[in-house]
């Protein structure tokens, strides 16, 4: 009959620190493979409005901005040429998701357009008179070879209390690169997002205005 070989007992103690030493492990197997830190780049709000943007006697509330899966990452994405599917520069990230950063900065658009002096998010505990709505539809680049820097917005302005919108729109702008290089996709990207932005303000300034008048 063959003898069994006798059971070792390892002391818990030893168990735990083998425990607690494999996710070390596997994060450092995984670092030495991910490259490079992605470089973080941020953008900005339009400093110039119409010189004839009404001024605004009323309430505005922003909603959260929602965008597409794909895009609402920090990653920078770009459209790759079968249109299908989308890639991600892996050199660069925004500093936070893309739904989040176009939010803060449409919010920051408003109150340096200095037309409306009661603006502010869903969390500020205003009433509103207006609520207005976005959707990040696009916010890529698109192209081979060169890069041409797509940014389009849906925006719906409802009506408070009763909740009647007030009109919809859509924005939408085409910036080309200076060349396929990081800082000058960038930098298309800005100058877009920019002309959405500026375009936004300014029609819901001049709705919500029309429509309060209105009554």
Known sequence: ????PPRVR???????????????????????VSGPTPRRFRLGNPAQFPADLPRADWTLEIDQTVAEPGIDTTRVAHLA????????????EWPSTAADMVNKLLIQSFVDSGKIPRVGDRNSGMRP?????????????????????????????????RRVQA???????????ASI????VVRAFDKGLDRVLADLVTWT????AARAAAG
């Not at 009959?1 to 069994?4: D, L």
């Open 1 to 4: 009959m063959t003898v069994p």
């Open 10 to 32: 390892v002391p818990r103690r030893r168990l735990l620190v083998l425990a607690g030493a494999l996710p070390l492990m596997t994060t450092g197997c995984l670092g030495l």
């Open 81 to 92: 040429s079968n249109g299908l599917e989308l890639q991600y520069y892996p050199e660069a």
């Open 129 to 161: 008179d207006f609520t207005l709505k976005t959707v990040l539809r696009d916010f890529q680049a698109e192209g081979a070879g060169s890069s041409t820097i797509k940014v389009v917005v849906t925006a719906s302005l409802i009506q408070m209390p």
């Open 167 to 177: 009109g919809a729109e859509r924005f939408q702008s085409m910036t080309p690169a």
């Open 181 to 184: 290089g990081i800082e000058d």
């Open 205 to 208: 300034l001049v709705t919500g």
